[in-house]
């Protein structure tokens, strides 16, 4: 079953402007990664962030967790048409016999 | 450069018909995965190796098999039994964690799109 569920299921913006993306999970954590894929490629890491951290910051990437509501964001700052893509979070369930869980993926485009 | 590769990159099943994937990665990698991926849809795990010689199903592992003879390869198996293969199929690996799979990251392959003629 899917653990995550991101939100919105497709978001489109204007390059330079801050895109945010939202997941929400249901069940208790150890750690919660967010990767991109291109259309038709494999998925890409972009960071991990482990359930006692609260911030996490990469690049142009900041990634929030917030586990008394069981949800995370990713925002990414000043979009480039490259940042094209989808974007999802994947989260490692305690108890979860050893894998991650997947959401369903939000849908980025970015105008130029 | 080190990293995961996917063949091939298309592939077409006939009825009653077995097809294997391919997956090789150079990364020393001991754990390694294989998902499918439905249209607008996320990842489900279908089966997954910490160590050579031994696999776990995934929640989607029937009408699949998969092998784990050597530490580089992992070939996914797409049966006859599997009535609906039509999917895009990735291969990841990841370094193997003391504490859960969760604390490494996943590198992935570019994909096997499988389709039924």
């Known amino acids: 079953s899917q653990q995550g569920e991101e939100d919105p299921q497709a978001l489109s913006i204007q390059e330079g402007e801050n895109a945010t993306m939202n997941c929400s999970y249901k069940?208790?954590?150890?750690?919660l990664q967010w990767y991109r894929q291109n259309s038709g490629r494999g998925l890409v890491h972009l960071i991990l962030i482990r359930s006692n951290e609260r911030e996490k910051h990469s690049g142009r990437l900041r990634v929030t967790l917030d586990t008394s509501k069981k949800s995370s964001s990713l925002l990414i700052t000043a979009s480039r048409a490259a940042d094209t893509a989808s974007y999802f979070c994947?989260?490692?369930?305690?108890?979860?016999?050893?894998?991650?869980?997947f959401g369903t993926g939000t849908r980025l485009t970015i105008i130029p | 450069d080190g990293g995961i590769t996917q063949s091939p990159k298309y592939l077409f099943r006939k009825e009653g018909q077995n097809v294997t994937l391919s997956c090789e990665q150079n990364l020393n990698h001991d754990a390694m995965y294989w998902y499918r991926q439905d249209p607008g849809q996320g990842l489900r795990l279908i089966y997954y190796?910490?160590?050579?010689?031994?696999?776990q199903k995934g929640d989607i592992a029937e009408g699949y098999s998969v092998s784990r003879e050597k530490k580089e390869s992992f070939p996914l198996t797409v049966t006859s039994a599997q009535k609906n293969p039509t999917a895009f199929y990735l291969c990841?690996?990841?370094?193997?964690?003391?504490?859960?799979?969760?604390?490494?990251?996943?590198?992935f392959g570019d994909g096997t799109r499988l389709s039924i003629l």
């Open positions: 190796s910490q160590i050579v010689n031994d696999f």
């Open positions: 994947a989260t490692d369930q305690i108890f979860g016999n050893e894998k991650l869980t």
């Open positions: 069940t208790s954590i150890n750690n």
């Open positions: 990841a690996s990841s370094k193997p964690s003391g504490t859960g799979v969760g604390n490494q990251p996943q590198h």
